[in-house]
């Protein structure tokens, strides 16, 4: 089996349309990841043919770039992208902040040294910064260090995670050819990245990571009133307050626009996002062998059919869940 590639942007460098999100086998915000099954699953995933794997320094406090780089050192054709923290532990970056805040050039170099030593690998193929103001850009000593890093070989390529839900933040970075990448949360309800950004990058040859294609498991269907939540895992936030009960009607009117079942959202949900052009891959975030072997199966090179694409236009929902819920 096989999982069909796409060029991502111009960096030369093929990546399944299926990725792996390694936020959740970081184990601190999700909870229950076990380290045994989160390997597994990593180890499925590549041997079902997926090459993308995202994680980040923030994940379990280097934890996931440990058992990526662990499955990375025994499949040399695996591409990882990891991503730098803030200095100023800012998530996401308030519009004040400045480079200088966020991302001085030192640590922009001593955060990628690190990483490089718990992935135990010689060179990073796709470095982020995970969060990005585009006010930031001729801004601090970032760009002299990402240089440094690409001349020195110990990062290949470089790219941004862009705020939660601010895709046109972006905008000038790509425009300015300042990033080889850019990493975006679109899905079937935030579907503003089709607003300037996406559009951009297609003009511009800027690759796009899409993350939260599942809007972090409302899109699964499997969010439901009475679904709980283990002790200190920050879904509670994320689905709080009168949310889940919100969530309802919105998954059955999609179910009924499409004439599916709630088992077929997730599958939709993820070729929604893979219709676009723009789209090099979606990681996605799976910790089960169930998940990988259901999503390394939508891998195919099909989207959806124009006609659904149009469908699922209107089912557009624009809103803020890291924000806390004020009931
Ligand atoms: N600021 C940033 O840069 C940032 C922020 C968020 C995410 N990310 C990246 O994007 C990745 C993806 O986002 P995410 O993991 O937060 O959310 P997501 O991909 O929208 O959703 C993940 C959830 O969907 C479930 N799932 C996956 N496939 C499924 C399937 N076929 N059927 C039913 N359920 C399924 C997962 O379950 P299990 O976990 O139980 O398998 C998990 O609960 C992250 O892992 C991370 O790499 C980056």
Redesign the pocket.
């Known amino acids: 089996m096989s999982i069909n590639t796409r060029p991502l942007g111009r960096t030369g460098l093929e990546v399944t349309e299926i990725?792996?999100?390694?936020?959740?086998?970081g184990a601190d915000m999700?909870k229950?990841?076990r380290d045994d099954e989160s390997l597994a699953?990593l180890r499925r995933f590549v041997e079902l043919g997926g090459n993308f794997?995202?994680?980040?320094m923030g994940?379990g406090n280097g934890h996931?770039e440990r058992l990526v780089g662990e499955v990375a050192r025994e499949h040399p054709q695996v591409i990882v992208a990891t991503?730098v923290s803030p200095k100023n532990g800012r998530?996401?970056a308030p519009p004040e902040a400045t480079a200088m805040d966020a991302f001085p050039g030192e640590w922009v170099l001593r955060c990628t040294e690190a990483s490089l030593e718990r992935l135990g690998l010689p060179a990073i193929h796709v470095q982020?910064f995970?969060?990005w103001n585009d006010s930031w850009l001729g801004e601090g000593d970032w760009q002299d260090a990402v240089t440094q890093l690409k001349r020195d070989g110990k990062i290949r390529h470089f790219g941004i995670?862009?705020?939660?839900h601010q895709p046109d933040n972006a905008v000038r970075a790509v425009e300015a050819g300042a990033v080889e990448t850019v990493?975006v949360?679109y899905?079937v309800f935030d579907q503003s990245p089709q607003d300037r950004l996406l559009d951009a990058c297609l003009a511009n040859g800027v690759g796009v990571?899409?993350?939260?294609?599942?809007?972090?498991?409302?899109?699964?269907?499997?969010i439901t009133p009475d679904t709980a939540f283990p002790e200190g895992d920050w879904?509670h936030g994320y689905f709080g307050g009168k949310r889940k009960e919100e969530l309802q009607p919105r998954l059955r009117a999609i179910e009924q626009a499409l004439g599916i079942t709630t088992e077929g959202?997730?599958?939709k949900a993820?070729r929604f996002v893979l219709s676009h052009p723009a789209v090099s891959t979606?990681?996605?975030?799976?910790?089960?062998l169930?998940?990988?072997e259901?999503?390394a199966a939508?891998g195919d090179g099909r989207g959806l059919p124009p006609g659904q694409v149009e469908k699922l236009r209107a089912h557009r929902w624009d809103r803020n869940w890291y924000e806390p819920a004020r009931d």
Do not use: C
């Not at 990725?19 to 086998?25: K, L, P, R, T």
């Not at 995670?161 to 939660?164: F, G, L, V």
């Open positions: 990725g792996f999100g390694a936020w959740g086998i999700w229950g990841a699953a794997v995202d994680t980040a994940y996931s991503k998530w996401p982020q995970h969060v995670s862009i705020n939660d990493q949360i899905n990571i899409v993350r939260v294609a599942l809007d972090e498991g409302s899109l699964t269907g499997n879904r959202l997730p599958e993820l979606v990681i996605v975030g799976m910790r089960s169930r998940n990988v259901r999503n939508i």
